[in-house]
């Protein structure tokens, strides 16, 4: 089973890109060797110039919960002064995905 979290960002005016650009670089790095990580989509919103969608793809529960306390944790703090809220975030098991094989 695949599981998902999806969170929800706000960004401060004129700050959602930086921002934006600087999670997009934490997933990119230190998603890379977290265990259970199986992908993610980074979606700005076109609606909304301040807000932002980021859906992480993990293995099961387990690996789900450990990125709480490591990579979204550390997403957060990096980001926390261009934040205009927490990010809310809500988690889903997945039915139907396409995973990618890394290469060790």
Known sequence: MVLSRISIWRFKKGKREDAFSELDRILNTSTRHTPGFRGYISMLSHDDANGATILTLWQDEESLRE?????????????????????RTESFRVFSTELFQRSE
């Open 67 to 87: 990125s709480e306390k490591g990579v979204f944790t550390n997403a957060i703090n990096k980001v926390k002064e261009s934040l205009e809220s927490a990010p």
